[in-house]
């Protein structure tokens, strides 16, 4: 088949994408449930706001009162009117009301018992004693100051009146020339003011109270009239010299101005300015904390024309003198048709819900990263030339989309069900900042999933997070948001945790939804952006996912690169092996070579002549190749592979031999990019696999020790991916896919579209050679293909891994010498860390090999009579095994005749009972006892 070629960007991305989809084909019903999850939370916000809406917002008390004028028989009512004189005070505000009533235009002063009194922190300028107090008569001061203390001092005269004046005819008239205080705030319409309307005292503000100056009056009109008791109050009218005095009353009497926790508080302060008989310039101070009591309720309206009035109205008196009257009688707020209350408690719970519905995906990316991770599929994949470049990519596009679209199902799903939250604000602001807040979630997902590598823990962990997250943000989070004396400043330090900051963003979009509903306007739109707290937000959520995807780039980096993420922090002593040991080991090898590893050393001038003058022909090329595992817990660094040199051609198989532990597998490692090489290095076709791994990798198939698989994905549709990303297209890759699975017989009985979890692991295996060899790889590595394979099958494997042998360079590591002999051109064998010897399974036989082995099982009293026999025909055998009656001899062959061997045989046989006998030529594994024997004698002292 012709060489495929490197994939490009493109062609492994597209492998990447088409492996997920079908990876989430698989999990569609848990894909399903995740997407239905915001649907469900939809339906139950819808749900509780039905209740709230026919239990309270459209409950009798919450609208116009009515009465039934007309019923029939059975006593229902077939024709009702409603209206403001069917009401009680509570549903008259839901009315409609054609003429409002007048109400006389209130002053804000303070209550008798936080009116200003002399106090030790306070100047003494003709402020009452404190004993007023007691009696609840204490003056309502007013302060006053300017440039021209003349001019003040008889405009003071004629602020208040001194007398009650009342007028029959018209009383409201009547009043206007009277000045009215009282101690509540105004609400946020005027149709109903509650100083009236509420049980509280009316003041009647005048410079002199004359005694027994109380009398009664009826404000408004039927049926919402009301009949009040007006008391005197006298006014207080202090000059001050200049106005940072009067802002130190004022300050002062503050309850929060004192240390003494008393309050001594002034109901307006004026500042004249430079006013004179053609000037009026005036400063008003009046009290406005009651404003808004907190960011989102409704601004109340404030007591302040009647101030503003009093004032002008005594300028013109000074002007035009006492005659001239500027009056103002009343109030009225403008008329109103009938409302309805609507509360939306769903945009109120929403944030708490949403919150949960976004974060959810958080486990979600980050179980399938961990996965993939944890089952180093990650590694596999990067083995088959998927780089991290792609692999990044792919993995956010593919979960930016999947979020996205996550998000947009859950804005679909609430505007469709009719939650205000979605109805009513900006719909181009949610999404901006819902796909601005999962791209920051996926970056953190990155983040995480580079630190931590256990899917299990993690998945607990992060739901955990989630739910914590939600409830933490609604019950504190709000609560602290609300509260205005909270720092703004901590608030943001709260925001930076990326589920508060989530929650916020949720929070503005409820509060915007809420009072949206509530006066029958839009919720949050673009222009509301920076008086709502979004614009830090987003600020937030924007740097965060910058800081978080450069820091788990960063760390993957490092660890991919086989460095810890915090290298940089471990001193170099440690990184430089402690040589003591290891050079014990090299001279042990050192005698090794002397004594009889002629073809070592040959391999070794051969991999030296090929550095020198690189040529193609050799695909694998190690020079010098070592790895030190450092010294832990005080143990000392572990040599795992001193030295190893080694020159494969295209075309070749080679075995890799020797007992478990030899450094086989960091052999293997190293060559595939797992192991940074201590020293050394290795070329792959000319690339050096330190420095060239990512281009090393485009032509390599690996099949590792463990089958690293897919548990859902059928082993079609692994081939498929790794095809396509050897660059496989079209009709060669079904081919190479068909061929592929016949060969390893995993085509028949709907074998190949099984999912790869249900498979045996003789199955495993067959489909990990068959991934290793896919897309015609230059070099490829198997760590023991054959592992748990029934001997038919493992025939088979023999065969395909033979045929892929013409043009690939292999290395192959195995316990089986049969399989050895039967597949590889030449084998090492490797002890200890380094190849003992190098040769094809004939030569490695006749050179180990120069011997019989003679085996003879006895009862054990007679293994004396044995030895004796093999003395007679063999004076140089040496035994080389014996337990319970068997022994083995080795005998060397120049000095052995078959046949003599045979007649002495029968010649003991009449001596004594011979249970059972045989004599061998030779073994690949008497070959490999006796090499792995040899390497090993020299390492006592470890
Ligand atoms: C202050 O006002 C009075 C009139 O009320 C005027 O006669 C006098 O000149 C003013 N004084 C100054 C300094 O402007
Ligand atoms: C009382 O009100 C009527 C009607 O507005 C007005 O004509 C009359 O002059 C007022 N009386 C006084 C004493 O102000
Ligand atoms: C205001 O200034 C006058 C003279 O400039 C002074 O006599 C008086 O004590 C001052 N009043 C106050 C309250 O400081
Ligand atoms: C302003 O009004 C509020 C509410 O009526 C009151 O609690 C507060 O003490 C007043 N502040 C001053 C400085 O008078």
């Known amino acids: 088949m012709a060489d495929p070629g490197t994939a490009s960007f493109l062609t492994r991305a597209n492998a990447l994408l088409r492996k997920n989809l079908t990876y989430q084909k698989r999990n569609i019903w848990s894909n399903f449930r995740l997407i239905m999850i915001p649907l469900y939370l939809c339906v139950l916000l819808v749900i509780i706001q039905v209740l709230v809406d026919t239990q309270f917002n459209n409950a009798d008390e919450n609208r116009c009162g009515c009465q039934c004028t007309v019923t029939n028989q059975n006593g229902k009512c077939v024709n009702k009117t409603c209206g403001l004189e069917f009401s009680t005070s509570d549903q008259a505000l839901f009315c409609p009301i054609s003429s409002p009533p007048r109400w006389p235009p209130l002053l804000q002063v303070p209550r008798p018992d936080s009116r200003a009194v002399r106090a030790s922190f306070l100047p003494d300028i003709g402020l009452p004693d404190e004993s007023c107090r007691r009696t609840r008569t204490c003056p309502v001061t007013l302060l006053f100051t300017g440039n021209n203390h003349s001019l003040g001092a008889s405009l003071l005269g004629n602020l208040l009146p001194s007398s009650v004046a009342v007028n029959s005819t018209d009383p409201l008239q009547g009043l206007a020339y009277n000045v009215l205080g009282t101690e509540i705030e105004a609400g946020d319409t005027n149709y109903l003011d509650p100083g009236i309307s509420l049980n509280l005292t009316i003041y009647n503000i005048q410079s002199r109270c004359i005694s027994n100056a109380a009398f009664s009056f009826?404000?408004?009109?039927?049926?919402?009239?009301?009949?009040?008791?007006?008391?005197?109050?006298?006014?207080?009218?202090?000059?001050r010299n200049n106005s940072r005095e009067v802002n130190d009353m004022i300050f002062k009497g503050y309850r929060k101005g004192n240390s003494q926790g008393k309050t001594n508080e002034i109901a307006a302060a004026y500042d004249l300015l430079n006013t004179d008989r053609n000037n009026f310039n005036v400063h008003i101070y009046y009290n406005s904390t009651y404003k808004e009591n907190s960011r989102n309720t409704p601004t109340t309206l404030l007591r302040l024309p009647r101030s503003v009035n009093m004032v002008s109205?005594?300028?013109?008196?000074?002007?035009?003198?006492?005659?001239?009257?500027?009056?103002?009688e009343y109030v009225k707020e403008v008329p109103k048709v009938e409302t309805r209350l609507r509360?939306?408690?769903?945009?109120?719970?929403?944030?708490?819900?949403?919150?949960?519905?976004?974060?959810?995906?958080?486990?979600?990316?980050?179980?399938s990263l961990v996965y993939e991770k944890q089952e180093r599929l990650r590694i596999i994949m990067k083995m088959h030339g998927l780089g991290d470049g792609p692999y990044w990519m792919i993995s956010y596009a593919y979960f930016l989309a999947m979020s996205t679209l996550y998000v947009i199902c859950l804005m679909i799903y609430g505007s469709a069900i009719g939650l205000k939250f979605f109805r009513l604000n900006d719909y181009s602001i949610q999404f901006t900042f819902y796909f601005l807040y999962v791209n920051l979630q996926i970056a953190l997902c990155f983040l995480v999933s580079s630190i931590f590598s256990k899917v299990k823990t993690l998945t607990v962990a992060s739901y955990i997070y989630v739910f914590l997250s939600g409830l933490v943000g609604e019950f504190l989070l709000e609560f602290l948001i609300e509260d205005p004396s909270f720092s703004r400043g901590w608030i943001i330090v709260l925001e930076l945790?990326?589920?508060?900051?989530?929650?916020?963003?949720?929070?503005?979009?409820?509060?915007?939804?809420?009072?949206?509903?509530?006066?029958?306007?839009?919720?949050?739109?673009?222009?509301?952006?920076?008086?709502?707290?979004?614009?830090?937000?987003?600020?937030?959520?924007?740097?965060?996912?910058?800081?978080?995807?450069?820091?788990?780039?960063?760390?993957?980096?490092?660890?991919?690169?086989?460095?810890?993420?915090?290298?940089?922090?471990?001193?170099?002593?440690?990184?430089?092996p402690s040589l003591r040991r290891p050079s014990l080991q090299r001279q042990g090898s050192k005698v090794v070579v002397e004594m009889e590893k002629t073809d070592v050393t040959q391999e070794i001038e051969k991999v030296e002549q090929l550095m020198l003058e690189p040529s193609t022909s050799h695909a694998i090329v190690c020079d010098n190749l070592k790895k030190v595992y450092p010294g832990r817990d005080g143990n000392p660094p572990k040599l795992a592979v001193s030295g190893l040199s080694l020159a494969v051609p295209s075309g070749e198989c080679f075995g890799m031999l020797g007992p478990n532990g030899a450094g086989k597998t960091s052999f293997i490692n190293m060559m595939t990019g797992l192991l940074k090489p201590t020293s050394g290095t290795g070329l792959v076709r000319g690339l050096d696999i330190c420095n060239d791994m990512d281009r090393v990798y485009t032509s390599m198939g690996v099949c590792p020790q463990h089958d690293l698989l897919w548990e859902t994905l059928t082993g079609r549709e692994h081939l498929l991916f790794y095809g396509r990303l050897k660059n496989l297209k079209g009709s060669d890759l079904i081919q190479a896919v068909e061929e592929s699975l016949k060969s390893v017989n995993l085509f028949h009985g709907g074998v190949a579209d099984k999912p790869a979890g249900k498979y045996s692991g003789g199955m495993k295996r067959r489909l990990s050679v068959a991934i290793s060899l896919i897309g015609n790889p230059k070099v490829v590595y198997m760590d023991e293909p054959s592992t748990g394979l029934d001997p038919a099958s493992r025939k088979n494997l023999w065969t395909v891994i033979k045929r892929a042998k013409q043009n690939t360079a292999i290395i192959l590591t195995t316990h089986s010498m049969e399989e050895a002999e039967f597949l590889c051109d030449r084998l090492g064998i490797f002890v200890d860390g380094s190849l003992q010897c190098i040769g094809n399974p004939k030569e490695l036989k006749g050179r180990y090999g120069g011997s019989y082995v003679f085996t003879m099982t006895t009862s054990s009293e007679h293994e004396g009579n044995v030895e004796r026999l093999i003395q007679d025909v063999s004076p140089n055998a040496k035994k080389i095994y014996h337990i319970a009656g068997t022994q083995k001899f080795e005998l060397p062959k120049e000095e052995v005749r078959i046949s003599e061997v045979f007649q002495a045989?029968?010649?003991?046989?009449?001596?004594?009972?011979?249970?059972?006998?045989?004599?061998?030529?030779?073994?690949?594994?008497?070959?490999?006892?006796?090499?792995?024997?040899?390497?090993?004698?020299?390492?006592?002292?470890?």
């Open 218 to 239: 009826s404000f408004g009109e039927e049926p919402l009239k009301f009949k009040k008791e007006l008391k005197c109050a006298q006014g207080l009218n202090l000059w």
């Open 905 to 942: 045989v029968e010649k003991a046989k009449s001596n004594f009972t011979v249970f059972a006998w045989g004599l061998a030529d030779t073994t690949l594994e008497d070959v490999f006892i006796k090499v792995a024997r040899t390497g090993q004698a020299f390492n006592v002292f470890s």
């Open 313 to 328: 109205n005594a300028f013109l008196q000074l002007l035009q003198g006492p005659g001239t009257k500027m009056l103002f």
């Open 497 to 576: 945790f990326p589920a508060f900051s989530l929650y916020r963003g949720l929070y503005e979009f409820g509060e915007f939804s809420f009072q949206g509903n509530l006066r029958g306007a839009d919720g949050m739109k673009w222009k509301d952006f920076s008086d709502s707290a979004m614009d830090h937000v987003f600020l937030i959520i924007i740097v965060e996912w910058f800081l978080a995807l450069t820091a788990a780039y960063y760390i993957d980096k490092m660890s991919s690169s086989g460095k810890g993420p915090l290298f940089f922090l471990k001193s170099p002593i440690n990184k430089s």
């Open 343 to 367: 509360l939306d408690i769903a945009s109120l719970i929403g944030p708490l819900f949403f919150t949960w519905v976004i974060l959810l995906l958080f486990p979600v990316i980050l179980s």
